[in-house]
């Protein structure tokens, strides 16, 4: 079992800047990818960003440019930072873990608010 527990959501205006962190424990070897999802009100869940083991990254396209996906492998944290947020990146943000391509855990997300 892997647990992940996220943090830094919050409510900032257009234009600011979050920062996300997911912290993971537990089982955590054999880790093949880490990645944020996204969910809005009334829409399907979404990858954001995924970083592969080794270090290749893939983004959405809405977020690329402005969204950074990083991981300490020392802290067993993944990160996002989120850069010129705009009104339609309000969406609870997941934290998910893929596990020897066999396992996938969820966090329990963190409210990312955008106001115009």
């Known amino acids: 079992q892997v647990q992940l527990v996220e943090s830094g959501g919050g409510l900032v205006q257009a234009g600011e800047s979050l920062r996300l962190s997911c912290a993971a424990s537990?089982?955590?070897?054999?880790?093949?990818?880490m990645a944020w999802y996204r969910q809005a009100p009334g829409k399907q869940r979404e990858l954001v960003a995924i970083?592969?083991?080794?270090?290749?990254?893939r983004y959405a396209d809405s977020v690329k440019g402005r969204f950074t996906i990083s991981r300490d492998n020392a802290k067993n944290a993944l990160y996002l930072q989120m850069n010129s947020l705009k009104p339609e990146d309000t969406a609870v943000y997941y934290c998910?873990?893929?596990?020897?391509?066999?396992?996938?855990?969820w966090g329990q997300g963190t409210q990312v608010t955008v106001s115009s």
């Open positions: 537990g089982s955590i070897s054999g880790i093949n990818a």
């Open positions: 970083i592969i083991i080794g270090g290749d990254t």
């Open positions: 998910n873990v893929d596990r020897l391509g066999i396992y996938h855990y």
